[in-house]
């Protein structure tokens, strides 16, 4: 069946340093994949989108790269700051306008 | 522009009752789109709709309906509310030829 899977664990870091969140999946074959930050009690905004036949994609401080022999996309933040702590969310699309999630990682960015 | 509005933010629900949770968005977008998500889980789609009058089943789409007269508005009714159906709501829309989805702010649903 397929699969999305995302650190369940919160990812600690210190301010300044890189953050890095990893997506997995299985069974699929992503015509793209999304990645939305989430705040508590907030719906998901959308960050960085990026294509199957694109290796990486970049956003001011965001980075994305996209591995499809990997299966796995990676979603970095350089020079992390406070103000980045939230729940970040992989979503894939598969075909039929239609995106599936994953469960998120929190990220809390320290002092 | 509003963006995607969603009411009521909370709503207390006794099982079997039903409900209407609304959903407008101001930006024209052809697509929308219900999810649920659960603590500590991901977001499941329910119920999406890619125009006004087509509407389409999504992963948990069972004891929902939903309607979509306008491009405007998009509501998911709950009928016989179950403690299952305990959750936050999300709306979201997108316009045709862009895949980010615009969310809207949730409700949440608590059935007792």
């Known amino acids: 069946s397929q699969k999305i899977e995302q650190n369940s664990e919160a990812l600690n870091i210190q301010e300044g340093k890189t953050a890095t969140l990893t997506c997995n999946y299985t069974n699929y074959s992503p015509a793209y994949l999304q990645w939305y930050r989430q705040d508590p009690g907030r719906g998901p905004v959308f960050l960085l989108l990026i294509r199957e036949n694109e290796k990486e994609k970049r956003k001011e401080r965001l980075k994305v790269t996209f591995d499809t022999t990997l299966k796995q996309s990676l979603f970095h933040i350089t020079a992390s700051q406070p103000a980045d702590s939230a729940t970040y969310l992989c979503?894939?699309?598969?075909?039929?306008?239609?995106?599936?999630f994953g469960t998120g990682t929190q990220l809390k960015v320290e002092l | 522009n509003a963006g995607v509005t969603q009411t009521p933010k909370f709503r207390i629900l006794k099982i079997g009752q039903s409900m209407t949770l609304q959903c407008t968005q101001d930006m024209n977008h052809n697509y929308m789109y219900w999810y649920r998500q659960d603590p500590g889980m991901g977001l499941k789609l329910i119920y999406y709709?890619?125009?006004?009058?087509?509407?389409d089943k999504g992963e948990v789409p069972n004891g929902y309906n939903v309607s979509r007269s306008t491009t405007e508005d998009f509501p998911l009714r709950l009928e016989l509310a179950a403690p299952s159906q305990t959750s936050v709501y999300f709306c979201?829309?997108?316009?045709?030829?862009?895949?980010?989805?615009?969310f809207g702010p949730g409700t949440r649903l608590t059935v007792l």
């Open positions: 709709s890619v125009g006004a009058g087509i509407t």
């Open positions: 979503a894939l699309e598969g075909g039929g306008n239609k995106l599936t």
């Open positions: 979201a829309s997108r316009p045709t030829g862009n895949n980010e989805q615009f």
